[in-house]
């Protein structure tokens, strides 16, 4: 019996041994994953994006299950125009966070940077179908539909956010590239972007 509990008592202190060294471990790598995502955004910020990519890329390798980690080294990816890599980190990672749409956001900028604005629109409309209220990716469809020369759609997306008084400036645009430079929507839309351009400042009350 004695025996035994010598035995019990070294197993404990072997399994605790363990699980510190795992706590250990597991800190240094949060601790160091935190320095290169800081590092990562100075060289976004100086416009270092290779730089960036890289030290990203080995954050994402201490910590692949973080999505953070994974939506910032797809926008160094998508900085520095390397759209297929981008592609191919946005699917995975959607698979492992499929509530983060914007790494489906990411994939739709990056076919519509290259180019294909067909897939890029699909992708857009799959993601509007998962997030009705977003008014910005309306206004996104809006445009690449006129790329894509379905001015009824654009049109329609258009008057419905003037309904909802959402994206106003973008969707008169829209309306006066349609119905031409002469139209109602034309001096609407010249009068709204002289307003943001002067955007002058309220008169501040004096104190008493």
């Known amino acids: 019996m004695k025996r035994l509990r010598s035995i019990l008592f070294y197993a404990l202190v072997f399994f605790s041994l363990v699980l510190l060294g795992s706590c250990t471990t597991t800190a240094a790598k949060r601790e160091k994953n935190l320095v290169l995502q800081a590092e990562a955004l100075v060289a976004l910020d100086a416009k270092e994006y290779e730089q960036a990519v890289t030290i990203l ?8 299950k973080e999505s953070e980690g994974r939506y910032n080294l797809v926008l160094a990816l998508l900085a520095n125009r390397q759209f297929d890599e981008a592609i191919l980190l946005s699917e995975g990672s959607f698979s492992l966070f499929p509530a983060h749409l914007e790494f489906l956001l990411a994939k739709a900028f990056a076919y519509r940077e290259m180019g294909d604005v067909d897939t890029a629109f699909s992708l ?19 445009e690449l539909a006129l790329e894509k020369g379905q001015t009824a ?12 008084h959402e ?42």
């Open 124 to 142: 857009y409309t799959e993601i509007l179908a998962k997030d009705r209220g977003n008014s910005s990716l309306h206004a996104t469809l809006m």
């Open 153 to 164: 759609f654009a049109k329609e997306t258009a008057l419905y956010l003037l309904s909802m």
């Open 167 to 208: 994206e106003e400036a973008r969707a008169l645009q829209a309306l006066a590239t349609i119905e031409g430079e002469d139209s109602w929507y034309a001096f609407a839309a010249s009068l709204m972007k002289e307003a943001s351009t002067k955007s002058p400042e309220l008169p501040q009350e004096q104190s008493k």
């Open 57 to 64: 890329e080995e954050a994402v390798n201490l910590a692949p």
